[in-house]
């Protein structure tokens, strides 16, 4: 059974940047047909999707965060990263990692984690 | 503020049917049947309920369906029970250069 676990800092400090790792075990990473996928959640609030990548490393991002996004896949140890620079309190949320089918759902998701943006 | 438009929260009591709705556009819920919802209990991951509109995963209750009708698409609980007391959210591809859209949430209370 596929699993997700994302890991990273769980502070951040503003304007720099933040860095989140998501590990995916149980099956394969480069298998065609689907994307792998940032999505967010602030503190009692919605969901947002950040972007996603397949395993040949093409990219599509959100608009609203592209000028500061990069996602990033390494086939070799089953792992696609996030880094999203000068971060700013608004970016303080639950990060969550997903496997994102061709039609744009996501299942399933990593447990998420919680960064939070402070000095 | 979100891309779809859900209600802010809905409510029913055990046994009872509820429909939770969606709404966008065109350029998304309107024009493609890549609508997906969402289950969310508090501190934890969202689980995929409905995907392409109406698709049920492995696992997921037959009491949840899935509809749209024009730039609305549905969720209906059926049967309801304790447990389906969560949030719920909708999502969908938007031909915009958005490529994901989603909905703002709606909090289902068990009566």
């Known amino acids: 059974q596929l699993q997700l676990q994302e890991s990273g800092p769980g502070l951040v400090k503003p304007s720099e940047t933040l860095s989140l790792t998501c590990s995916v075990s149980?099956?394969?990473?480069?298998?065609?047909?689907?994307?792998w996928g940032w999505i967010r959640q602030p503190p009692g609030k919605g969901l947002e999707w950040i972007g996603s990548i397949y395993y040949t490393g093409s990219t599509f991002y959100n608009p609203s965060l592209w000028s500061r996004v990069t996602i990033s896949i390494d086939t070799s140890s089953k792992q696609f990263s996030l880094r999203l620079n000068s971060v700013t309190a608004a970016d303080t949320a639950v990060y969550y990692c997903a496997r994102n089918w061709g039609s744009w759902w996501f299942d399933p998701w990593g447990q998420g984690t919680l960064v939070t943006v402070s000095s | 503020q979100s891309a779809l438009t859900q209600p802010a929260s809905v409510s029913g009591s055990p046994g009872q049917s509820i429909t939770i709705s969606c709404t966008g556009t065109?350029?998304?819920?309107?024009?493609?049947?890549?609508v997906s919802w969402y289950q969310q209990y508090p501190g934890k991951a969202p689980k995929l309920m409905i995907y392409d509109v109406s698709n049920r995963p492995s696992g997921v209750s037959n009491r949840f369906s899935g509809s749209k009708s024009g730039n609305t698409a549905s969720l209906t609980i059926s049967g309801l029970q304790a447990e389906d007391e969560a949030d719920y959210y909708c999502s969908s591809y938007t031909s915009s250069s958005t490529r994901v859209a989603f909905g703002g949430g709606t909090k289902l209370t068990v009566l």
């Open positions: 149980g099956g394969s990473i480069t298998s065609s047909g689907y994307y």
């Open positions: 065109s350029s998304d819920v309107g024009g493609h049947n890549y």
